[in-house]
C-alpha cells in the first residue's frame, strides 16, 4: 500500500508569494494532520482533520496559514503570502480512527519550503 | 502546559556502542512513543508502550515506560551505521489525538 504522499518535496519562493502544500494520506485513515518541523522549534502541530473536519486549528501560527480537506483522500496546506520565517520541513501525517489515542502516526516524506 | 524533556540533545558513539536516551515529563503520561526520523525522511514509530513499568523490546531497540508515568527510557544496542537519525519521543495530550514531542536525540555514528 502506498503510504502519506506530500508534494512538492522542494518549493523554493520569493517572499510574498503563495505557497500550497498537498497531501494524499493513507486510503482509509480518519485523521490527518499537518506539522511544521524547524530546527528551532522541533515538531510543531499546526491542524488536524477528522474525517475531513477541522478539528482544532490553533496551531496555525498566523492568518496566513490555511488548510483544507474537501475529501478523505486530499489535503492542502496554504501560506498567502509566504515569508522567510516560514520556511521549515511541513509534513502530513495520517492515522486510522480505530487505533485509539497514542496509536500510530504515519507520516509521508515532507515538502521543503525555503522562502528568499 | 503538558511538555516533554528529551536527552541528551545529540550523542556522538562508535559504531557497536550501546546508546541510551530518555524522556522526561512533568505530567503523567499513559501512552509513550519512540518515533526515529532518518535524515530527509517524515518520523516512523519505532516502539509503543501503554503501561507503566512495560519493557518492551524491537530488534535491538528497547524500551521502558517508567513507573512514575513521567518518563521513558529507549536503549540501542550494538549500534550501526543506519542507526543514525533523530529519536523522538511523544505522548498523547490528555484525551484528545494531539501528540506532544520531545525536542528529540541526534545520533551520530563516528567512522
Known amino acids: 500500500d502506498a503510504g502519506v504522499i506530500q508534494s512538492p518535496r522542494h518549493e523554493v519562493t520569493e517572499m510574498g508569494q503563495e505557497v500550497t502544500l498537498r497531501c494524499k494520506p493513507i486510503?482509509?485513515?480518519?485523521?490527518l494532520f499537518w506539522y511544521r518541523q524547524t530546527m528551532m522549534r522541533g515538531l510543531e502541530l499546526l491542524i488536524y482533520?477528522?474525517?475531513?473536519?477541522?478539528?482544532?486549528d490553533s496551531g496555525m501560527p498566523e492568518d496566513r496559514f490555511s488548510a483544507k480537506m474537501p475529501n478523505a483522500s486530499f489535503s492542502t496546506l496554504k501560506i498567502q503570502p509566504s515569508e522567510p520565517r516560514d520556511s521549515a520541513v511541513y509534513f502530513c501525517?495520517?492515522?486510522?480512527?480505530?487505533?485509539?489515542?497514542?496509536?500510530?502516526?504515519?507520516f509521508g516524506e515532507g515538502s521543503r519550503l525555503t522562502v528568499l | 502546559g503538558q511538555q516533554l524533556n528529551q536527552s541528551p540533545q545529540s550523542m556522538f558513539i562508535q559504531e557497536g556502542e550501546d546508546v541510551s536516551m530518555n524522556c522526561t515529563s512533568s505530567?503523567?503520561?499513559?501512552?509513550w512513543l519512540w518515533y526515529k526520523q532518518d535524515p530527509g525522511e517524515g518520523p516512523v514509530l519505532l516502539i509503543a508502550?501503554?503501561?507503566a513499568g512495560e519493557l518492551t523490546s524491537n530488534g535491538r531497540l528497547t524500551a521502558q515506560f517508567g513507573i512514575t508515568r513521567k518518563d521513558s527510557f529507549l536503549n540501542i544496542s550494538a549500534s550501526i551505521p543506519s542507526d543514525v537519525g533523530i529519536y523522538f519521543c511523544?505522548?498523547?495530550?490528555?484525551?484528545?489525538?494531539?501528540?506532544?514531542w520531545g525536542a528529540g536525540t541526534k545520533l551520530i555514528i563516528k567512522p
Open positions: 501525517a495520517s492515522r486510522p480512527g480505530t487505533s485509539g489515542i497514542g496509536g500510530e502516526l504515519f
Open positions: 486510503s482509509g485513515h480518519d485523521y
Open positions: 482533520f477528522n474525517n475531513n473536519v477541522p478539528i482544532d
Open positions: 505530567s503523567i503520561f499513559n501512552t
Open positions: 508502550l501503554y503501561k
Open positions: 511523544a505522548g498523547p495530550m490528555d484525551s484528545n489525538y494531539q501528540l506532544i
